[in-house]
């Protein structure tokens, strides 16, 4: 007699917090999920974009020259392209070899020949970033003096490599 009143007596407790427990959760959870629902922050809205951002979008169909010697510590594929073949803007493209591997790998132009401190500098203009099939168009002063072409990793705030200087114009073929 003993054993057959001790399971009842065992379970009714357990029961008994379950069904409070369940209780205050089926009150507490829609009210937490309503509270915030409402202290989240508003979705920002984007401006519109400045005139400057809006432009055509360029094809550079004539290309210049290609060169794989501009880097000393990766093979690394240049090719400089022009937007049209007696006038327009120039653009760069990259090839990397196949084991090349870097996180966000950034592309910046440097005018003349600085003195690199592992450090990016100031005056770093920024190409892009990283991709073989996407032209980087190069500022105006990259095609008037000579400079140099840094690539930035973002993800180890590192310096990969900086090429020889250069002037990316038609006339460095």
Request: overall charge positive; aromatic content about 6%; proline content about 8%.
């Amino acid at each position: 007699h003993a054993f057959s009143n001790s399971p009842t007596k065992m379970i009714r407790p357990l029961r008994q917090r379950h069904r409070r427990v369940t209780t205050s959760l089926v009150i507490s959870l829609p009210l937490l999920l309503v509270m915030g629902i409402a202290a989240r922050r508003a979705v920002p809205v984007a401006n519109e974009p400045e005139a400057s951002m809006k432009g055509t979008v360029r094809h550079f169909d004539s290309s210049e020259w290609q060169r794989f010697d501009l880097f000393p510590k990766i093979r690394m594929g240049i090719r400089l392209l022009h937007e049209n073949r007696d006038s327009g803007a120039f653009a760069i493209t990259l090839a990397a070899p196949k084991d090349f591997i870097k996180p966000d790998l950034l592309i910046y132009w440097i005018k003349g020949k600085p003195n690199l401190t592992g450090r990016l500098p100031a005056n770093a203009q920024l190409l892009g970033a990283f991709n073989a099939a996407c032209p980087l168009a190069l500022p105006t002063e990259a095609t008037r003096e000579p400079g140099v072409l840094l690539l930035y990793s973002l993800a180890d705030d590192e310096i990969v490599d900086t090429s020889l200087p250069i002037r990316l114009s038609n006339t460095a073929k």
